[in-house]
């Protein structure tokens, strides 16, 4: 039982390079979730979905889009990188969107945008 | 707007006992949420506080208090390993969470 999973770890990218972050649950969650965190700031919700096929957008979605074609996987892109988007980014699921029901945290990937 | 304050760091000492404060003001109010993030790993979950009042769980305890927007988290007989980043969440009218900044917790021999 892995949780949640996030590929890559790492990466560097060049302004206007793409790239795809990939999130994996095995927890049959049906709500998934992308945030960024940057130092000094909470957690900022970029987007999420609430099931498969869904998908919504959170507080800050400019520059970034996402899918959910399978339960599992949650796909963030990011079609031209700016060195603004330079963050890490977190992948969250949970069973639910409200009571008590906790959000399920990926270790995390590491963006450095050149 | 919405907004959650908690103070950016703190230091204690091993052994003793710590009170981290978070004030907030949202639209709407689904509960509240405590998680630790150790340095450079994912956040994971502490406790949720939905009603007015105190949930104890081993040596950490959460409060409430909704009509002060008020909420902190007591960490008891502190020990190294709680060396971490605390942050508050608040799950608005949306269903959807609101981060503090987190609070940095330095705790010493």
């Known amino acids: 039982n892995a949780g949640v999973t996030q590929t890559p770890k790492f990466r560097v990218l060049k302004t206007g390079q793409s790239m795809t972050l990939l999130c994996a649950q095995d927890m049959n969650h049906e709500y998934m979730y992308w945030y960024r965190q940057d130092p000094g700031m909470g957690l900022r919700l970029i987007h999420y979905?609430?099931?498969?096929?869904?998908?919504a957008k959170g507080e800050v979605p400019d520059g970034y889009n996402v899918s959910r074609l399978k339960k599992q996987n949650f796909l963030l892109g990011l079609e031209s990188a700016a060195p603004s988007q330079t963050s890490v980014y977190f992948c969250a699921s949970s069973s639910a969107a409200g009571g008590a029901d906790e959000q399920f945290f990926g270790p995390g990937t590491r963006l450095t945008v050149l | 707007g919405q907004n959650i304050d908690q103070p950016t760091e703190m230091t204690a000492t091993e052994g003793a006992i710590v009170q981290i404060n978070c004030t907030y003001q949202?639209?709407?109010?689904?509960?509240l949420f405590w998680y630790q993030q150790h340095a450079g790993e994912a956040p994971t979950f502490l406790s949720y506080n939905v009603l007015d009042g105190l949930e104890e769980k081993g040596r950490f305890s959460s409060f409430l208090s909704r009509s002060k927007g008020y909420s902190y988290l007591l960490l008891k007989e502190l020990q190294m390993k709680d060396s971490a980043s605390y942050l508050c969440a608040v799950m608005d009218s949306n269903y959807q969470l609101i981060w503090g900044a987190g609070t940095k917790l330095i705790i010493k021999p």
């Open positions: 949202t639209s709407g109010f689904n509960g």
């Open positions: 979905s609430v099931g498969e096929g869904t998908t």
